[in-house]
Nanobody, 126 residues
Framework: QVQLVESGGGLVQAGGSLRLSCAAS????????MGWFRQAPGKERSFVAA????????YYADSVKGRFTVSKDNAKSTVYLQMNSLKPEDAAVYYC???????????????????WGQGTQVTVSS
């Protein structure tokens, strides 16, 4: 059974940094794509970043390009989201997700991802 466990959320001042982790277990993820999404109160869940296990190809939402970096540690089956220069509008619950049949045109779609973590709260004070 696939399990995704996020950690690393918290409260940070605007301009600060946080690193989120997503520990994946229950499968061999070498062919998967791992995504990060976020959901603020009253808003839909939206794409933040993604990385393909096999190639390391990374994808970003325009709103986080240049500030966030997604990476992976194959040995630990863990995906990271390094978030720098955080803004109040980055505050949300951040979710890790796994797509077991990734396609280039679906990287940003929540419906493409098969497994989800429980989420971790990120709060950014102004």
């Amino acid at each position: 059974q696939v399990q995704l466990v996020e950690s690393g959320g918290g409260l940070v001042q605007a301009g600060g940094s946080l690193r989120l982790s997503c520990a994946a277990s229950g499968r061999t993820f070498s062919s998967y794509r791992m995504g990060w999404f976020r959901q603020a109160p009253g808003k839909e869940r939206s794409f933040v970043a993604a990385i393909t296990w096999s190639t390391g190809n990374a994808y970003y939402a325009d709103s986080v390009k240049g500030r966030f970096t997604v990476s992976k540690d194959n040995a630990k089956s863990t995906v990271y989201l390094q978030m720098n220069s955080l803004k109040p509008e980055d505050a949300a619950v951040y979710y890790c997700a796994a797509d077991e049949n990734p396609h280039l045109d679906t990287v940003r779609l929540t419906t493409a991802y098969d497994y989800w973590g429980q989420g971790t709260q990120v709060t950014v004070s102004s």
